[in-house]
Every structure is written in structure tokens, then in C-alpha cells.
């Protein structure tokens, strides 16, 4: 998490698995609001461009946000 916290804002924009990167950090804490936010960003990212493996990445880890708030039927809503 310091290392994300390291990077220049224009990386981020470049590779938005790094959203997925702080996503599950923060999942992984609970943080499910923030974990969301994470991985909304990095699907805005992944949709713009010829990123597929972060699009998978962050839809997968946004339901699982969801099924842990008990809110798995908004899943496929972004």
C-alpha cells in the first residue's frame, strides 16, 4: 500500500489494475465503501482501453464487495 501511495497520478490513469491493487487492499480491511470506489475507477480505466484482465479483475472484485455487504443482487449494476 506505501508503494501505490508512491505513484504520480498519471500512472494510475495508465494502469488501472492498480486500482484493483488498492481495491483488495482495502476489501480486505472491510473497506468495502472504498474498495467500490477503487474498482468503479479502474473499470471507467479498463473500458477506455485494451485492458482486459483489469476489467475482470475489478468487476470480480466489486462483486465480491457487494456479496459481502449482502447486496449481491446490485452486482451487475456499476
Do not use: M, N
Amino acid at each position: 500500500e506505501r508503494w501505490l501511495a508512491q505513484l504520480a497520478a498519471h500512472v494510475w490513469t495508465k494502469h488501472p489494475q492498480l486500482f484493483c491493487c488498492q481495491g483488495q487492499i482495502q476489501l480486505d480491511r472491510g473497506e468495502y465503501a472504498q474498495a467500490e470506489t477503487a474498482f468503479q475507477a479502474a473499470i471507467q480505466i479498463a473500458q477506455r482501453g485494451d485492458h482486459h484482465r483489469a476489467l475482470l479483475s475489478a468487476w470480480s472484485g466489486l462483486g465480491i464487495s457487494r456479496q459481502r455487504r449482502g447486496e449481491l443482487e446490485s452486482s451487475h449494476e456499476a
